[in-house]
């Protein structure tokens, strides 16, 4: 089953806006990890917040964790149309193992 | 530096058939994961394989097995193929020591028809 969902599901924005998805989670983890997927290819990966980090900041993007909330949000500063894509939170346990749940995933349209 | 290589790009088979898939680590990488991923779905974890041993399993049915060769190079095989099955498959590869650093290759496309 799905660890994490995505809000909202599809996002459409203009270039230069911000966009923020949101990601919650059902169990407690290592660290939440944020992949972005082009349509039909593979994932890359975006940022990493380990569970004891609240924000973490790479280049125009920004990524919260609130444990007690079970919750994480990307941020996506002055959008381009090239960030259209696919977006997934994914959760990696206690359990010493490397295995990613994935939520659903935020699609996101860039309109120019 | 190759990243992970995932071999046939596209594949359509009947439903009944069997399929084997084929994926290339990123150098260096010890740690084998395959994921499912239907359309319009996150991936789903399928097994993953260390010292050519399956380490963990997702919630998938014995029709899908596994092997990690040698070279760390693993194969995905799926028997009896549903129409369900279709989806894309991703290979991921790690090291077992830095489990947070994940690279995916491009995935495999199969359509059961």
């Known amino acids: 089953s799905q660890q994490g969902e995505e809000d909202p599901q599809a996002l459409s924005i203009q270039e230069g806006e911000n966009a923020t998805m949101n990601c919650s989670y059902k169990?407690?983890?290592?660290?939440l990890q944020w992949y972005r997927q082009n349509s039909g290819r593979g994932l890359v990966h975006l940022i990493l917040?380990?569970?004891?980090?609240r924000e973490k900041h790479s280049g125009r993007l920004r990524v919260t964790l609130d444990t007690s909330k079970k919750s994480s949000s990307l941020l996506i500063t002055a959008s381009r149309a090239a960030d259209t894509a696919s977006y997934f939170c994914?959760?990696?346990?206690?359990?010493?193992?490397?295995?990613?749940?994935f939520g659903k995933g935020t699609m996101l349209l860039v309109s120019p | 530096d190759a990243g992970v290589t995932q071999s046939p790009t596209h594949l359509i088979k009947t439903r009944g058939q069997q399929v084997t898939l084929r994926c290339s680590p990123k150098?260096?990488?010890?740690?084998v994961s395959w994921y499912q991923q239907a359309l319009g779905q996150g991936p789903q974890f399928i097994f993953q394989?260390?010292?050519?041993?399956?380490?963990q399993r997702g919630n998938f049915p014995d029709r899908f097995s596994g092997h990690q060769f040698p070279n760390y190079s693993s194969e995905l095989n799926v028997n009896a193929l549903l129409l369900g099955d279709s989806a894309l498959y991703l290979c991921?590869?790690?090291?077992?020591?830095?489990?947070?650093?994940?690279?995916f290759g491009e995935g495999s496309w199969l359509t059961v028809v």
């Open positions: 150098s260096g990488h010890d740690t």
């Open positions: 917040i380990r569970s004891n980090e």
């Open positions: 394989y260390y010292e050519e041993e399956e380490r």
């Open positions: 991921a590869s790690s090291l077992v020591t830095d489990r947070n650093t994940i690279y």
């Open positions: 169990t407690s983890i290592n660290n």
């Open positions: 994914a959760t990696v346990l206690n359990s010493g193992y490397s295995t990613l749940t």
